[in-house]
């Protein structure tokens, strides 16, 4: 297996899932900032023009960051990030799912039709008018969030360190330098993030 690697979150939720499990991979950074993921040789792995991208044995490429770590989860089992019984699986992926679409998505395309715009019209179609709505949406669902984690749970799956987890983390990660920063008067989200961030795997 090989990962086609770069800047960002997306990147980064795969490399932290890695890291937690101990798995190392060759790697080949793709220049994003100039466009390298948008070219042909880049388009032939993914058809989508994004990053990362895994290259599998058998030579097939698999991209979109949730299958990624699926994969990577079947094939290394232990420790499992995602579950090992069909409700934990099961559990990690309602999670997973609610904050990809309700906080992640909204988040990340606030910035590429915002700051980003620049970066990304040329890419991808862009609404700028969506922008502060989408943004808005991603701190109303975590304010939401932040109101099921006063149950006291460790983690989104309880007391199971997840894919759900890693997943919100790179995308607050990654809103914290972007100008859409964690409001910290969501004290249970903010005490979660802050544990996180400890885990030596946030660095990879
Ligand atoms: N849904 C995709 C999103 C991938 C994505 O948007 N990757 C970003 C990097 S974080 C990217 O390639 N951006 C550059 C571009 O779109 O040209 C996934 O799950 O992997």
Redesign the pocket.
């Given at each position: 297996m090989k990962l086609y690697d770069?800047?960002?979150?997306?990147?980064h939720i795969v490399r932290m899932f890695m890291a937690e499990k101990g798995i190392e991979l060759p790697r080949q950074t793709v220049d994003?900032r100039k466009?390298e993921?948008?070219e042909a040789e880049h388009l032939k792995r993914n058809p989508?023009?994004?990053?990362?991208t895994l290259e599998l044995d058998d030579g097939s490429y698999l991209?979109?960051?949730?299958a990624?770590c699926e994969y990577l989860e079947e094939k290394n089992p232990s420790p499992p990030l995602i579950g090992s019984t069909p409700e934990e699986r099961a559990e990690c992926r309602m999670w997973t799912r609610r904050v990809d679409l309700n906080i992640c998505e909204p988040l990340?395309n606030g910035y590429r039709y915002g700051e980003a715009l620049k970066f990304?019209e040329k890419?991808?179609p862009v609404a700028p008018e969506a922008s502060p709505g989408l943004k808005m949406v991603a701190q109303n669902r975590l304010k939401w969030l932040n109101e099921q984690m006063a149950d006291g749970r460790e983690y989104l799956c309880g007391k199971r360190f997840t894919l759900a987890d890693i997943h919100l983390y790179g995308w607050l990660h990654f809103g914290n330098q972007v100008g859409q920063p964690l409001d910290r008067t969501n004290t249970h989200i903010a005490a979660w993030f802050d544990r996180v961030a400890q885990r030596p795997s946030a660095k990879a």
């Open positions: 770069s800047i960002g979150p997306n990147p994003l466009g993921n948008r989508h023009g994004q990053m990362p991209s979109e960051i949730t990624i990340a990304f890419r991808i």
